[in-house]
């Protein structure tokens, strides 16, 4: 009837695919969020977050019982998913194939929501060719008592060097304390080229302004300064994806957000799950169509 679809329209009556036990389990003990909470989220973000997620290699941020309990980081599978979890092998650094994790379609996200997983990782590449990244990501790690302010001066500096490359790019929300800087590629390089490429720019940008930026990892190498962490731009590594919920206080989402809001926004942590409204909203506004989307090459360092 037409009041129904009026009702799934406003995302009151979509029915899950999958069976979510315990909804009322309290997943954010801080604000009394659910599982279901949780759940329904996803189930209302799932186009946009396919975009992204869909076909790519996946880990999980697994908090079966809420997120100020034990996590867990999950790459593989051994079949406890079923079959709404597909799977694709990928070789190891030994020689032996593991099978990593990739979801199409609401029933896979609900179904990894249901096993309690709270975030979603993803790689720089798809499953159609694992070898050959579509994505780099820059991870800026401020550290800590550095205010938003200098990772959003941080983050439109870096936007500016990789523009002068001929790059164009996007910020993301990481839901935390940073923002991702995600530069979309034309998947003509492999893994050693695209992490080289990584590196070198790192060190570059970090040499050039040694106030501003490290490129080492080393939390004693970071007093005052942002950490660029390029390391999520090698085979293996990952990086949230748009639109997963965070395991932090008051559950952050990473979003989307265009340069110009980006001069607006006071943390990282902006959107929650419970602004999916909003956040629906803005993934079919006209401000973002088309983020991080480009076909892109990596040009020479
Ligand atoms: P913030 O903005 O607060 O830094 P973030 O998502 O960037 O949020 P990081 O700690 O910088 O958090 O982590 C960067 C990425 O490293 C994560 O997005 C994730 O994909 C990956 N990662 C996190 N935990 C693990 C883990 N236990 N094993 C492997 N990779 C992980
Ligand atoms: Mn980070
Ligand atoms: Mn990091």
Known sequence: TSSTQAEEKKGKATPSPVTITNPDRVIY??????????ADYYLRIVDPMLEWLGDRPVSLVRCPQGRAKACFF?????????????????????????????LDDAKGLLTCVQMGAIEFHGWGSKVADVEMPDR????????????????????SQLRDVLGEMGLASWPLLSGGKGVHVVVPLDASRAWPEVKDFASRFARAISEAHPDRFTANMKKTERKGRIFLDWLRNQRGATAVLPYSARART????????????LEETESGGRFTILDVEELLKRAGSKALKGWAQAKQRLPEL
């Open 136 to 155: 780099l990501v820059f991870d800026l790690d401020p550290d800590e008592g550095l205010g938003f302010d200098a990772v959003r001066r941080a983050a």
């Open 74 to 102: 999950q790459k593989h599978d051994a079949g406890s998913f079923g079959d709404a979890v597909k799977h694709v092998p990928i070789r190891e650094k030994d020689g032996h194939d593991e099978p990593y994790l990739y």
């Open 250 to 261: 008051n559950a952050p989402v990473a979003a989307p957000i265009t340069w110009d809001e």
């Open 29 to 38: 003990p801080e604000s009394g969020l659910t599982k279901g909470q949780l």
